[in-house]
């Protein structure tokens, strides 16, 4: 079967100043009055559940309170204390899931106090003022630590040993530092180059260096940073996404949605960036809605979000779905992709996508015996990411479920060796829990090289 609408992927869908007006910022800064009567929402519980519920841990009451006595300053100091990325996870994180969800306000009123909006007012203040910088070196240990990946988890384990005075080097595939903050995030929730503006302020601290365009490709070279540091650090993310595994994914049209997504982040001019009339996205996570809004954004007539599952197993946060929705984006679920369909007119590009219907029995996924066919001259792969290299593996670490096992800590199979973020097993692929597992390697790092 093949589908014979010609292909209809181009840029310049819009008026040159409708992309602006698209990727403008999805949430506003709220204003001074604004914060402060947000602020003053808060009621300052003891033994708060919202901090709780904070995987980084950041004192909410405490940091609420100081905005609402006009010390935005001490209010951000309390969040990069616990969260040394806490501007960029004001921005992505999802509170709705974590610290608004078991705010008090939300259970008495269903209107939770907007700790995520109230937490990036305080930091982007700091970042705005004329010196962002509060914290400071330790002596300097002599001590030096590698630290693979320029991620969430690689950043905030080299912010936190450098404060401990320990020199940092960090190696990483990308020409920017920054990780999926800089290359796998939708642009309308990071605008003005907000991610590099956070990197710049983290090495600002000092003993930190920063190696770009490096890879890891073998064991050598890990055993080049085991010799030449004092510990070694693992953040590399999941580089490799999950392919459908059907027919016709090597069609032109069919892409990976992180590299969607990336492509969009570093065009400066949007106009320029090509996109399908017809879209079809096929995942239920945040990068899934990100490639989806954002084909949408780009001027795409029709975009379909396409879920195995139903819409509670998805991973993006109902704020997400909606979200969305609200940008035209149709979601479908209970159907997997069987094959991807050529184009009539064109046969190396494709068409389309026949989709087969899904159910629940027993619990498990069956086919229902009936498919559906939507038509597509875009097609973005989001079911997923993976390390996609056996060199953990073959150089003896312990893998768990293809990610690098560790203990609570982040130490790994290997001496020496911890690990954080996606490339770590067991964990919930968001920002702010990378943060954490970057900030409790690092500690424990320390508390080795000190004894």
């Given amino acids: 079967m093949s589908i014979s609408l010609a292909p209809d992927v181009r840029p310049g869908r819009l008026d040159v100043a409708d992309y602006a007006l698209r990727f403008a910022d999805a949430t506003p800064r709220l204003t001074g009055p604004q914060a402060l009567l947000e602020a003053e929402r808060c009621l300052y519980c003891f033994d708060a559940p919202c901090a709780t519920a904070c995987p980084t841990g950041i004192d909410v009451p405490s940091f609420i309170r100081r905005i609402a006595d006009g010390n935005l300053r001490g209010s951000a100091k309390a969040i990069l204390e616990a969260n040394p990325l806490g501007g960029m996870c004001a921005r992505v994180c999802p509170t709705e899931n974590l610290c608004e969800a078991v705010c008090v306000r939300q259970t008495q009123e269903g209107k939770p106090v907007a700790i995520g909006r109230l937490q990036r007012h305080a930091v982007d203040a700091l970042m705005d003022s004329a010196k962002p910088q509060l914290f400071t070196r330790a002596p300097a240990t002599g001590k030096k630590v590698a630290i693979v990946g320029a991620g969430p988890a690689g950043l905030a384990c080299a912010h936190t040993l450098a404060k401990l005075g320990h020199d940092v080097v960090i190696f990483d595939a990308k020409p920017k530092a920054g990780g999926l903050n800089e290359y796998g995030l939708a642009s309308y929730k990071t605008p003005n180059n907000f991610a590099q503006a956070e990197v710049q302020w983290l090495l600002g601290i000092g003993g930190i260096e920063v190696c770009h365009n490096w890879k890891l490709n073998t064991v050598a070279q890990l055993d080049a940073l085991l010799r030449d540091f004092d510990a070694l650090f693992l953040g590399m993310g999941l580089p490799n996404t999950v392919q459908l595994g059907c027919p016709g994914e090597v069609l032109q049209g069919v892409r990976d949605a992180v590299d969607f997504i990336a492509t969009l982040r570093q065009t400066e001019d949007l106009s320029t960036l090509a996109v399908g009339r017809q879209v079809v996205v096929i995942g239920g996570g945040m990068t899934a809605v990100d490639a ?130 996606d490339c770590r097993a067991g964990g919930l692929d968001l920002t702010v829990e990378a943060v954490q597992h970057g900030k409790l390697s690092a500690l424990s790092i320390h508390a080795q090289l000190s004894a």
Avoid: C
């Avoid at 027993?362 to 060199?391: F, R």
């Avoid at 609570?408 to 020496?416: E, I, N, R, W, Y």
């Fill in 292 to 421: 989806a809004v954002q084909s949408k954004l780009l001027g795409a007539e029709n975009v379909h979000m396409v879920y195995r599952r139903g819409p509670k197993a998805m991973s993006a946060s109902k704020a997400e779905q909606q979200w969305a929705q609200t940008n035209g984006v149709t979601i479908h679920h209970w159907l997997a992709p069987v094959d991807v369909l050529p184009n009539g007119v064109d046969a190396a590009s494709v068409g389309g996508v026949r989709f087969a219907k899904q159910k629940r029995v027993d619990g498990k996924l069956v086919p229902t015996g009936d498919t559906l066919v939507l038509e597509a001259d875009m097609v973005l792969k989001a079911i997923g990411q993976t390390l996609g290299s056996s060199l953990l593996a073959e150089a003896g670490f312990q893998m768990q479920s293809g990610r690098l096992a560790t203990d609570a800590h982040g130490l790994t199979s290997q001496p020496g060796v911890w690990a954080g973020g």
